[in-house]
């Protein structure tokens, strides 16, 4: 069983950052893809950005120009960097990884953009 356990969330001001981490119990290169997904009162879990196992990113048209994803291999941690927040990003975000044999997900983080 791999876990994962995000931390970053809070509450934000319009317009201001936040950077979100997820740690692994399982090291985040060996996985096929790893992502953000976040789901707001009442609507779907959406995806917000992934990165496969080489790298290559995907966004979601909402949050382009605004997020990044990455990852660090020394503290074998995935990251979402936010700016620009707005209140409709207010939502859980939760990280995904996909494996060979099975995905997970993390218990997510709460992200509130308010003034």
């Known amino acids: 069983q791999v876990q994962l356990v995000e931390s970053g969330g809070g509450l934000v001001q319009p317009g201001g950052s936040l950077r979100l981490s997820c740690a692994a119990s399982?090291?985040?290169?060996?996985?096929?893809?790893m992502g953000w997904y976040r789901q707001a009162p009442g609507k779907h879990r959406e995806l917000v950005a992934d990165?496969?196992?080489?790298?290559?990113?995907k966004y979601a048209d909402s949050v382009k120009g605004r997020f990044t994803i990455s990852r660090d291999r020394a503290k074998n941690t995935m990251y979402l960097q936010m700016n620009s927040l707005r209140p409709d990003d207010t939502a859980v975000y939760y990280c995904?990884?996909?494996?060979?044999?099975?995905?997970?997900w993390g218990q997510g983080t709460q992200v509130t953009v308010s003034s």
């Open positions: 990165i496969t196992g080489v790298g290559i990113t």
């Open positions: 995904h990884a996909t494996f060979t044999v099975a995905a997970y």
């Open positions: 399982l090291s985040i290169f060996s996985a096929n893809s």
